[in-house]
């Protein structure tokens, strides 16, 4: 998934050194308003808070985002809210020049906890792996050895029956920067072995940012914005947004799969969200739920050929959720429809983890409310696009959701305070969203804008530590200890 650091800016830069005399910022809305880079690394401690924190909560709320260090250089942030509710920001380098045979990627696009570790991500290259308590880098991250595509999604998986991670990479054949059509699907199960590796071919190297996993099957959303080894060897984007081309599926099962197993589904052209869930029918089918977009949302890799738009006319795009119905049995290549259309005019939902691979009911999402008002004088341009609230949506009218259920617990969310130029964290019921947050936590600085964050139960944090320590039965997390194999053969030539 690009950033608002991937949007093309002139700077001064040749084969990836910087040979120019800029020693400021452009002026662009990159680097503006709530965009001027953060350039934070410090703990704050009893941070002011409104309201009442549930007494059940007990754990970190991680956050990423993609933050810029002077002079125009890039950085990884994570940031989270640790147990007595502080904040600590923590950076470290990331991303490195794609000459010469060194990886590149920022790994800013999500954080999730893995084995006792804190996996930084961003689907162009591999995995970081962070400490959860200092936050410190440790450094690439490949599985102990056992993974060794060049790019790894930033929406792994995670079975909450089998202990299971699920992850894939796409452009994955060579160094995950050449148009490979390559897609590799891996499971690592519970106790970190590798039980899975499955390899395709998708119709064109495109963008597959997110996957849904339901008990035996895989979906990857293949979306049209499309690498051209000829437009990168011109100097061009990496991406070019393809008007023409349908959106698609890849279908995979989710044990041994092999490359002639994957089924390709095709729908009219459009450009896809994230994925809220996936689960079987008494049928066998897959339901699978994500938002959609009738346009390209990365309005900065425009058609080939084609002058970008702005802003302005990405955020006129609706975002609908939809949920399609597929038949694993169905003829590759065949033409399908969404079952079920749902203006919510939301993004970036989540579900209730305990349900992942489940029939669920409920889901929330960032939502776009435009009958709320907007202080544009004071706030800027939205650049995040403008979600000004959350929504709560249940697909049918069940009851039973009682303590211990589906839908119980909190949603912890990160406020972006545009006017003030900081941020808030809010905690609000997750059955009751209308009753506003339950506790406020402010923060008196800004993150630049992001995507995702996760919380985790420190009690799942402190058992890992454990496990994790000199002598625990675990050990230490190892960092990789040999070049990928795309590096290794740059090496021999």
Not at 64 to 77: A, E, G, W, Y
Not at 308 to 332: A, C, I, M, Y
Request: aromatic share 12%.
């Amino acid at each position: 998934m690009a950033h608002i650091i991937d949007i093309p800016v002139d700077y001064p830069y040749t084969n990836g050194r910087k040979t120019g005399d800029q020693v400021k910022y452009p002026q662009t809305p990159v680097f503006q308003t709530f965009n001027l880079p953060c350039r934070l690394e410090g703990d704050i401690f009893d941070l002011e808070v409104d309201g009442t924190i549930p007494s059940e909560i007990n754990g970190t709320f991680f956050r990423i985002q993609p933050d810029h260090r002077f002079p125009l250089s890039s950085k990884r942030i994570s940031t989270s809210v640790a147990t007595a509710m502080s904040p600590r920001s923590e950076s470290r380098m990331a991303m490195q020049t794609s000459n010469n045979g060194v990886i590149r990627t920022v790994a800013n696009t999500n954080i999730t906890f893995w084995r006792g570790m804190l996996l930084a991500t961003k689907e162009d290259g591999p995995p970081y792996a962070m400490d959860p308590v200092t936050l410190e880098t440790i450094g690439r991250y490949d599985f102990e050895g056992q993974v060794q595509s060049p790019t790894f999604t930033a929406h792994p998986k995670f079975d909450p029956e089998t202990g299971e991670m699920i992850c894939f990479g796409y452009e994955a054949g060579g160094d995950g920067n050449d148009g490979s059509c390559d897609v590799v699907v891996y499971t690592i199960n519970a106790d970190g072995r590798k039980t899975e590796e499955a390899w395709y071919k998708s119709p064109f190297c495109g963008m597959i940012h997110d996957c849904g996993i339901s008990k035996n099957y895989i979906v990857l959303p293949l979306t049209p914005l499309k690498c051209s080894v000829d437009r990168l060897k011109k100097g061009g984007n990496h991406w070019a947004w393809d008007p023409e081309e349908s959106q698609w599926y890849g279908v995979v099962p989710r044990r041994g799969g092999k490359p002639e197993n994957i089924k390709w589904f095709r729908a009219e052209n459009a450009f896809h969200g994230h994925v809220a869930g996936c689960y079987e029918n008494e049928q066998g089918h897959i339901v699978f739920d994500l938002t959609i977009a009738d346009g390209n949302v990365f309005f900065f890799f425009p058609p080939e050929g084609q002058e970008s738009t702005n802003l302005g006319v990405r955020n006129r795009l609706e975002s609908v959720t939809h949920r399609w119905v597929f038949d694993p049995k169905q003829e590759s290549g065949s033409w399908v429809r969404p079952e079920v259309l749902w203006n919510t005019s939301g993004e970036f939902s989540r579900i209730d983890d305990r349900y992942v691979t489940k029939k669920y009911n409920h889901f929330w999402q960032a939502k776009i409310d435009p009958t709320r008002d907007y202080d544009a004088a004071k706030c800027g341009s939205p650049a995040g696009g403008l979600f000004n609230c959350l929504g709560h949506y249940r697909w049918d009218d069940r009851s039973e959701d009682v303590l211990g259920k589906e839908g119980e617990g909190w949603i912890i969310a990160l406020v972006n305070r545009l006017d003030m130029l900081r941020n808030d964290v809010e905690i609000i019921d997750a059955g009751n969203l209308a009753g506003g947050p339950l506790a406020t936590i402010h923060l008196p600085f800004k993150l630049r804008l992001g995507l995702h964050g996760n919380f985790i139960d420190h009690r799942d944090i402190e058992e890992w530590e454990k496990r994790r320590a000199p002598g625990g039965d675990v050990g230490p997390i190892q960092a990789a200890k040999r070049p990928l194999n795309w590096q290794l053969s740059y090496l021999k030539d």
